[in-house]
């Protein structure tokens, strides 16, 4: 016993070396399988509201380029706007339509904290359960798409960005019928690789890729990126396009959660396909 | 005591610097320093085994917790704290000094300060960039980013002790 106790004595700092990293090991694998569920995130309440007050500082270091890509939403919006169109009708009139709901609500929030530098990026936003945030609401920001509700708090929520390994946006070329995944391969925080389109598609450089309207997540034809080049590799038959995104993360200061009104209804009857399938 | 006050500004200090302003520094695409690691290098010589493993797990569960990725810092920083009571044992003979020594480029001397920086912080980014990875396909990939990283923080770790220069009255 003397012995032993002599030997784990002598290799002290072998066994704090096991015993530490079992610890941190065990953490971070089990971080990773529920999900960041843990009360250890930046959803938590005390963490967000340090990052809250650093921010308001942070803020104003930005300002030029928020204002900037805030004005050229502005532009594009007003752009769409009916009276910028000629109208050449004869006859207008106003019909009341009951039966057109609204699809899409926007929730503005704005960021409290963001990761860019690291292989899986996270972003912290200001708005939580309280304003009717759920976990897999798609987030856009004012020049594109920047990625899905996580961990939803009380007063925060933390979007997975499109920086992170398991992020996989339906996207398409614009104008096109093909579609498929959009994929981060960790190297350039400005760079991402759309997969899965066929390569008959004869693509224009500068072509805008768009979300696909696929699924419940975003509304169709909101602007992820330019297409920067493409290519097939190892003799495949899809091409492997490579996407500048829109949406500058540095200068990320406001996005807008999108809300779904009709998500749960697709979801029920998408469902009842899967369990119809089984019986 | 005066050495426990020391080091426990020296912790929220860097804790602070990592978490607010070094989290925004960016080389070439990926590559951030991770300064914070100078807390682990600047114990003094005397902590005892348990305390420093410790301290190593706590500052990286720190920082962990404000960058969502709980147990991966803290991980990097305990495999940190073994090879530096290796490297310190060999490189270290207590009884070449009068008064107490400190690993501090200022009593320690370029030469030795500049290799166990350099050997530390390897060893901590290498572990630190893999696990955050998790993936042997791209260990080529995350190599380059090891090395620019030390490079970084290499840098950030000298300034701060250049800074801080004090030379000591060796009788």
Redesign the interface.
């Known amino acids: 016993m003397l012995n032993l106790w002599r030997f784990i004595n002598k290799y002290?700092?072998?066994f704090?070396?096991i015993?530490?990293?079992t610890?941190?090991?065990?953490?971070?694998?089990?971080?990773n399988d529920f999900q960041?569920a843990?009360t250890?995130?930046?959803s938590?309440q005390i963490?967000g509201s340090i990052y809250k007050e650093?921010n308001s500082v942070n803020k104003y270091l930005n300002l030029n380029l928020v204002n900037d890509s805030l004005a050229k939403e502005n532009v594009r919006l007003r752009n769409r706007l009916k009276s910028s169109f000629l109208d050449d009708s004869v006859v207008s009139k106003n019909v009341e339509d009951t039966i057109n709901h609204v699809k899409y609500e926007y929730i503005l929030a704005e960021v409290v904290n963001k990761?860019?530098?690291?292989?899986?990026n996270?972003i912290t936003i200001n708005r939580g359960s309280k304003d009717g945030i759920k976990k897999g609401m798609g987030v856009i920001g004012p020049s594109g798409v920047v990625g899905i509700v996580w961990n939803v708090s009380e007063n925060f929520a933390?979007i997975q960005s499109i920086l992170h390994e398991d992020t996989r946006i339906t996207s398409s070329i614009e104008n096109t019928p093909y579609f498929g995944p959009l994929i981060w391969e960790?190297?350039?925080?400005n760079v991402v690789t759309l997969t899965d389109i066929p390569n008959q598609l004869n693509l224009k450089p500068k072509a805008r890729v768009v979300t696909s309207g696929l699924g419940v997540i975003f509304p169709k034809g909101i602007l992820i990126g330019t297409v920067l080049k493409a290519g097939v590799k190892g003799g495949g038959s899809f091409l492997d396009i490579s996407v500048k995104l829109a949406t500058n993360f540095y200068a990320l200061q406001y996005v807008y959660v999108i809300k779904n009104n009709f998500q749960t209804e697709q979801e029920t009857l998408e469902k009842q396909n899967k369990e119809s399938l089984n019986e | 005591m005066n050495s426990i006050i020391k080091n426990a500004i020296r912790y929220v200090l860097l804790v602070f610097i990592q978490v607010?302003l070094i989290?925004n520094m960016?080389l070439f695409?990926?590559?951030?320093p991770y300064i914070y690691i100078l807390f682990i290098l600047l114990l003094p010589f005397e902590t005892p085994?348990?305390l420093l493993?410790?301290l190593?797990?706590l500052i990286?569960?720190n920082i962990?917790?404000?960058?969502?990725?709980?147990?991966?810092h803290?991980?990097a920083c305990?495999?940190t704290?073994?090879v530096r009571?290796?490297v310190t044992s060999i490189t270290v003979q207590k009884d070449n000094y009068d008064s107490d020594p400190e690993p501090t480029l200022a009593i320690m001397g370029f030469r030795w300060f500049s290799f166990y920086a350099l050997v530390l912080t390897l060893v901590h980014h290498f572990f630190l960039l893999n696990?955050?990875?998790f993936r042997v396909s791209?260990i080529p990939?995350t190599i380059s980013r090891v090395l620019l990283s030390s490079l970084f923080t290499l840098g950030l770790i000298f300034i701060a002790e250049l800074l801080f220069f004090r030379k000591k009255q060796r009788k």
Not at chain 1, 115 to 120: A, D, E, G
Not at chain 2, 29 to 32: D, I, R
Not at chain 2, 64 to 72: I, M
Request: net charge positive; glycine share 6%.
């Open positions: 002290n700092a072998f704090f070396l015993i530490y990293l610890v941190s090991l065990v953490l971070l694998v089990k971080n960041r843990s250890f995130n930046t938590n963490v650093v990761y860019i530098t690291s292989r899986n996270y933390s960790g190297k350039n925080p | 607010f989290k960016v695409g990926l590559n951030t085994n348990w493993f410790f190593s797990f990286g569960l962990d917790v404000f960058n969502d990725t709980v147990g991966l803290a991980a305990v495999i704290a073994f009571v290796s696990f955050e990875v791209e990939t």
